[in-house]
Structures are given as structure tokens and as C-alpha cells.
């Protein structure tokens, strides 16, 4: 019978390069889910955030990824989706619209603005005509979303998975 030998906290992996994926928060109502954000990002190797509107971080919650992921504080979402744009970044919102893409079969580009929206309120209309593409996860009951913090941490696993950017060891 194989054996397994519980391990605390392993080491991470390294990653070739940088993942070119920024997540771009709108205003979040919740310390809480904005916290377990920002430790996403540093567990999945994403080095920036852009969090629009206020918002305090719990270094409790998010832990060691305050000290790895840049947090770049901007006023409002729309100006700058239009900078992302100007840097060649594909700007893929996390919704659901009339139009979104199943995240199961959706293709990430490798350079990859992930745009959460608010808690309650989502994507704004004028938001949305600033992306490029939106994605949304299938809800298969109630209620009819996922919360903020776990469906961005679902939609980072898939860009991951598709980009998995490990270092080959030799």
C-alpha cells in the first residue's frame, strides 16, 4: 500500500517566467473577499493587482501575499481598461451577459486583464463595452452566482491550468 507523509507547507513552485495576468477589481464592498483575492494572487505566482475605489487588505486573511503582489490602487475601472488596452493586455471580464463565453472552453490569451466585478452590482454596462471578451461560470442551482472571491480564485485556476508556466528542472 503507498503511504503518504503529511507535508505543512511545501515549498512553492517556481515558474519559468512571470504570469502576464493582472486582476482588475472594481470597488469591493468586502475587506474579506478583496483579502482572499490578494492571497490568491500570491499562491497562483500573480504578481499585480489593480483594486478601483477603497479597500483595506487583512493581512490575516491574505497572509505572505502582501509582501509578494503589488497592489496599484486606481479611482475608477473604466480609464483603466483603456491603459490595459494600450499595453496589449486582453481584457476579459468575469460576468454574466447576454454574450459571455463558458470558462470551461474559453482560451486565455497569456497576457490576460481578468476584470471582477463588484459584489452586487457586477460589471457596469460602460464596463463592459470596454472589454474584449467575458467569461462566466455555469451555476447549476441557487443562488445564481458564485461569491466574488471564490469564482475569480475558479476563473485564476483555469488561466493557470491553461498556462501552468512551471519550471522544467533539468
Known amino acids: 500500500m503507498r503511504r503518504f507523509e503529511h507535508i505543512r507547507h511545501k515549498p512553492p513552485t517556481e515558474l519559468a517566467e512571470p504570469r502576464e495576468l493582472i486582476l482588475v477589481l472594481a470597488p469591493m464592498r468586502s475587506n474579506v473577499n478583496l483579502s482572499r483575492i490578494v492571497r490568491l494572487a500570491g499562491c497562483a505566482g500573480i504578481t499585480k493587482i489593480i483594486q478601483c475605489g477603497p479597500g483595506k487588505v487583512d493581512r490575516e486573511i491574505a497572509r505572505d501575499a502582501v509582501e509578494v503582489v503589488e497592489i496599484i490602487q486606481r479611482r475608477s475601472l473604466a480609464p483603466t481598461l483603456e ?88
Open 83 to 170: 491603459h490595459l488596452a494600450a499595453e496589449g493586455y486582453q481584457r476579459v471580464g468575469l460576468e454574466q451577459t447576454t454574450n459571455s463565453e463558458c470558462l470551461y472552453t474559453f482560451h486565455f490569451a497569456p497576457k490576460t486583464a481578468l476584470v471582477i466585478g463588484s459584489e452586487r452590482e457586477g460589471l457596469s454596462q460602460e464596463e463592459l463595452d470596454r472589454l474584449d471578451r467575458v467569461v462566466e461560470i455555469p451555476v447549476y442551482g441557487r443562488p445564481y452566482s458564485y461569491n466574488v472571491a471564490t469564482a475569480t480564485t475558479m476563473a485564476v485556476y483555469e488561466f493557470c491550468r491553461q498556462y501552468p508556466g512551471l519550471l522544467i528542472p533539468s
